[in-house]
């Protein structure tokens, strides 16, 4: 049977809930400045939702609890991290539980273990980006398919449309790197200019956008950009 720390005996038998986090920075991380922001103040993107403004990919995140964690534990570890590293809001992976260590018990001369389930939580910390398209773009397993735009928006202006295929931003293929949005459009200035090649019916186009200030709307559809998966 596994020996137990001092440090673990007393965190089981207190029932005290605990977490630790971890956070790996992406190399996109000091293309723009970090936001003082609270704890409490991180916001918490869960099943499938995105901060309306769009995602700028700062970090992964973790969060690994004790016996006693739950879901709540984890998501206030995973804020943490957040605003350590200057980031406004979490979109939530996913979650899971590992097996830990036994912890054996005696009652009537009969010996008894207990293992311990570790749970853990994932996440990525987001920051506001500083320039707004107005598309909501499915990752690469959606095929950059436009999904939807946002009305009045510099997609809308531009004349991009829902079904759209995104090649290119810039000239650089968007299935090559999966921080080309926080590159080419999330880290510069509302105003400046992007080209933007697509397909349309198998037909190859172009057209350029005059980035905007994000802004937050009242559908919740109305997201900025794709969160890229490999």
Request: proline share 5%; net charge neutral.
């Amino acid at each position: 049977m596994m020996k137990i720390t001092a440090l673990a005996l007393m965190l089981l038998t207190t029932g005290c809930a605990m977490a630790r986090g971890q956070h790996e920075l992406f190399p996109t991380a000091n293309m723009m400045p970090p936001a003082k922001v609270r704890t409490e103040a991180v916001q918490l993107y869960r099943d499938g939702a995105m901060p309306e403004s769009g995602c700028f990919k700062v970090a992964k995140l973790a969060a690994h609890g004790n016996g006693y964690a739950n879901a709540h534990t984890l998501e206030e570890k995973l804020q943490d991290e957040a605003a350590d590293i200057g980031a406004e809001s979490v979109i939530v992976l996913g979650s899971q539980v590992n097996n830990g260590m036994t912890v054996g018990t005696y009652g009537g001369g009969i010996a008894m273990g207990s293992t311990i389930q570790y749970p853990s939580m994932y996440g990525i910390a987001c920051r506001t980006p500083q320039a707004f398209t107005g598309a909501r773009t499915g990752g690469k397993d959606k095929d950059f398919i436009v999904e939807y735009v946002t009305k009045g928006s510099a997609a809308d202006e531009a004349g991009l449309i829902e079904g759209d295929k995104l090649l290119t931003i810039n000239g650089r293929f968007v299935a090559d790197d999966p921080f080309l949005w926080e590159k080419e459009i999330y880290a510069r200035t509302p105003g400046e200019q992007v080209t933007i090649e697509y397909l349309r019916g198998g037909k190859k186009q172009s057209t350029v956008l005059r980035l905007m200030p994000p802004r937050l709307t009242a559908n919740p559809k109305n997201l900025a950009s794709p969160y890229y998966s490999k």
